[in-house]
């Protein structure tokens, strides 16, 4: 089947041979097809759904007009002229010769000439302009392209992909971060047509979304959408069968550029003025007239809006209203976070370049590390069926279908809790003889102190630094309580080759036949691939007593710093609470050093700050200050 666009809606090609062809014609309300006539082509039209004016030139050379509705049917014959206008939306079903080029046109809404009308003829394409680096995204932005960060556990462009008709072509304009974005298409979206142009700059002076789409010109000589790869909208994309642009009200016009609408046209533009319109452009739109959009392009300073400056030179210009967020800053994404993500958010927020999605039935993982994603990969060969298998690994990212189950957070059951520890116990914790006290040294102390100067580098570190009241626990200050350590006591671990890494409850799924699969594994333990057994226990202690899951929602916690004193709250759950006393018992009973267990916890917690937003990471911090000095007491 081949689809056809046209101005007036779409034909779809069931057959084409040499004897006839046979289409399936819809026709959009309000819009009709050219006045036209056949010199050799003759067919016959069936309605199947509507009501059309239809026009008929009879055999006295004079234009009949019938209304016809569903179940009627006309025959053209050649070289009679004829003209459809659809009352409602209409399906025709037409049969005819195969002569399809003979096409004259006497009149056409569009200026359309006569025959084939070579642009319908190709697929429309969608144009994503994701070059720049996303510098108001700040550091969310620093490790990946901006179109990569994840909304409702999908990049921002899968939106934009999802809501595009599905036989359209997706050209990706890029630059930073290039190869990260190609190689996320070519997983979450196998099946849609990518063509990928990079362009030479993307960044500083003379870039911008002009400048990124005229390198893609050569590639959208048919009609196209183009939009900004930090817009996203809740609905689907009109096609590019018309001249639209994407709008949304505004009551500050003097931050965008604006449009003046009349009866649904887009009749005027200005370019961010106090006295502009109350329609914002939005970085969306659909190009029909291709060649006066290139044109119009080419004369202007090249920012993309000024090629719509002059809308007279359109055949039409249609305006569409949008629900739309701009992603393009760290306030408004973390704002959209807070409409899209109605379903379980798979991780917290971090900034340091690793993210979760799940597009349709894929589990992905990527990292701006390359050494990272080699390590999971080899790691995965390592801990076989305890773990999904992975369906693709690359530079920056790996994948796996979707395990049907639960997360052990929602399992909610503590008899299910102590079964998982005894399976990892049995399955997994085994040790070996193998020295690993200089790998815990470098994991436990050396990481510590450099994430502490990590965490202090984003802060006023005298702050920081001080002794503080913290939920009314005096503490001294956190290098003091990190000097007191008995670090060779701490790094006196339980070497183990099966270790998970980061084992909380979020990190694994448990199944309807009551198996366990283990999720976002560590690549390796202080850069090898053996581990310690504490780690493991420490990081489902730390999940324990702050329920991961409910982190994600920045409304279950608060952190308030005012020099001295530090207060802060976060939401937890009964029955962790209840689990919180199973757990320590299990540890010991399982001959297990639990204040071992408390102190790496509070190492985690101080590990973690630095890369999560402000607000969590001080959270973090000060927990792991008011556990230190708990223990130090």
């Keep these: 089947m081949k689809t056809i666009y046209k101005p007036w809606g779409k034909e779809e090609w069931l057959e084409l041979n040499d004897k ?21 082509k003759l067919e016959t039209n069936y309605i199947i759904e509507g009501t059309a004016e239809i026009w008929l030139e009879n055999d006295e050379g004079i234009v009949e007009k019938k209304i016809m509705k569903a179940g009627d049917f006309f025959t053209v014959e050649p070289p009679k002229k004829h003209r459809v206008i659809a009352i ?36 429309p394409a969608l144009c994503i302009l994701a070059a720049g680096i996303g510098s108001r995204l700040e ?15 999908k990049a921002i462009i899968s939106h934009l992909i999802d809501k595009t008709p599905e036989d359209y072509d997706i050209v990706m304009v890029l630059g930073y971060k290039s190869e990260m974005v190609k190689e996320y298409c070519g997983v979450a979206h196998p099946d849609r047509n990518f063509i990928y142009v990079t362009v030479d700059k993307y960044e500083g002076k003379g870039t911008g979304p002009g400048y990124s789409i005229s390198q893609a010109k ?34 500050i016009p003097e931050l965008y550029s604006t449009a003046n609408i009349k009866n649904g046209d887009v009749v005027d533009f200005k370019n961010k003025s106090k006295d502009g319109y109350d329609y914002a452009f939005i970085g969306l739109a659909g190009v029909y007239d291709y060649k006066v ?115 052990l957070y929602d399992c909610n059951d503590i008899d299910v809790w102590i079964e998982f520890l005894n399976f990892m116990k049995d399955k997994m914790w085994k040790p070996i003889n ?40 005096k503490t001294e200050s956190i290098k003091k309580l990190l000097d007191s350590f008995k670090w060779d006591s701490i790094c006196d671990g339980i070497p183990t080759k099966l270790f998970h890494g980061d084992l909380q409850f979020d990190n694994v799924i448990y199944t309807e036949d009551k198996d366990f699969y283990l999720l976002d ?22 999940g ?76 973090l911090f000060f927990k792991s200050k008011q556990m230190l000095q708990e223990l130090n007491d």
């Design 20 to 40: 006839y062809c046979y289409k399936r014609i819809y026709i959009n309300a309000g819009t009709k097809t050219s006045y036209q006539y056949h010199d050799k």
């Design 88 to 123: 409602t939306d209409i399906i025709l079903q037409e049969v005819s010769t195969p002569e399809v080029d003979d096409v004259i046109r006497i009149s056409d809404d569009s200026g359309r000439g006569s025959g084939k009308i070579e642009h319908e003829h190709m697929k």
């Design 139 to 153: 550091n969310f932005s620093e490790h990946i392209n901006k179109g990569l960060l994840p909304l409702d556990n």
């Design 218 to 251: 050569k590639y959208l000589q048919r009609p196209f959408i183009w939009v900004t790869a930090d817009t996203v909208v809740t609905d689907d994309l009109p096609a590019a069968d018309y001249n639209w642009i994407g709008l949304y009200p505004t009551s």
């Design 293 to 407: 959009f290139w044109k119009e392009l080419d004369i202007t300073d090249g920012e993309i809006v000024s090629a719509y400056y002059d809308v007279s030179k359109y055949l039409s210009f249609k305006s569409k209203t949008f629900d739309w967020y701009d992603v393009g800053t760290v306030d408004n994404y973390f704002r959209a976070k807070k409409v899209f993500e109605k379903s379980v958010d798979y991780s917290i927020p971090k900034t340091s370049g690793e993210f979760l999605y799940r597009v349709e039935d894929n589990f992905i993982k990527l990292s701006s590390d390359e050494s990272f994603i080699e390590g999971r990969t080899k790691r995965a060969s390592e801990l076989g069926g305890l773990i999904p298998t992975l369906d693709y690994s690359g530079k920056n990212l790996y994948s796996y279908k979707w395990i049907e189950g639960i997360t």
């Design 434 to 473: 193998v020295g690993i006290k200089k790998d815990c040294l470098k994991f436990y102390k050396d990481k510590t102190l450099d994430r502490l100067e990590m965490f202090l580098s984003k802060r006023e570190s005298d702050k920081y630094l001080k002794e503080h009241s913290v939920n009314g626990i």
């Design 521 to 542: 594994w560590r690549q390796d333990f202080a850069g090898k691939d053996i581990g310690d057994v504490y780690y493991d226990l420490s990081k489902m202690y730390g």
């Design 544 to 619: 324990i007593l702050m329920s991961y899951k409910l982190m994600k929602d920045s409304s279950n916690f608060s952190c308030y710093v005012d020099e001295e004193m530090v207060t802060y709250d976060y939401k937890s759950e009964s029955k962790l609470d209840e689990f919180k006393v199973v757990y320590e018992k299990w540890v010991v009973d399982n001959g297990y050093d639990l204040d071992k267990v408390k102190t790496i916890t509070s190492l985690i917690f101080l590990n973690m700050a630095p890369l999560h937003e402000k607000e969590f990471g001080d959270l």
